[in-house]
């Protein structure tokens, strides 16, 4: 890979990681409030759905705005992760580790950001589910996928 290519490379999982970042914060707005996407979501789920009762409607409404979360910040963590990994052919726990880091640091100015947002409210348990999918895919890179970033390479060390 010469510099230029890497250089091209490097900005572009840049770009990417910032503009999820930006997607991320515009899901906190109220535009995405519990209140907001029931709107769709309850009648789309009714449809689909039309033996479950509201109480049962409610629960995968729920489950679907939580997984929400968890998918976010899995995606977020992958981009920072390619982000410092950029180049290296092998694992690296500063890299994951600090992937995690800024992951789950992001998720608390997250939370941080929806307490002025009079819809949302801050959540501990979001955190929680945010930092989790941040965790989850740098364990699916680690363990059972490592090839998806480190093309050509058999065995990875710590």
Do not use: C
Not at 25 to 40: H, L, N, P, Q
């Amino acid at each position: 890979m010469t510099l230029i290519s890497k250089i091209k490379e490097k900005y572009s999982v840049s770009i990417l990681l910032i503009a999820w970042m930006g997607v991320i914060f515009f899901m906190s707005t109220d535009a995405f409030a519990f209140s907001r996407t029931s709107r769709y979501l309850v009648p789309f789920l009714q449809t689909l759905f039309p033996d479950l009762s509201m109480k049962q409607i409610h629960t995968i409404h729920v489950f679907l705005r939580k997984s929400g979360h968890f998918t976010e910040y899995a995606i977020l963590s992958l981009l920072w992760f390619r982000t410092l990994q950029l180049g290296d052919k092998q694992w690296s726990n500063r890299a994951a580790g600090l992937a995690f880091l800024l992951s789950a640091l992001y998720a608390v100015t997250d939370e941080f950001h929806q307490s002025f947002i009079p819809s949302r409210g801050p959540s501990m348990i979001d955190i929680g589910i945010d930092s989790a999918g941040a965790a989850f895919s740098l364990m699916v890179i680690r363990f059972v996928n490592p090839g998806f970033f480190f093309k050509g390479v058999s065995k990875l060390r710590s």
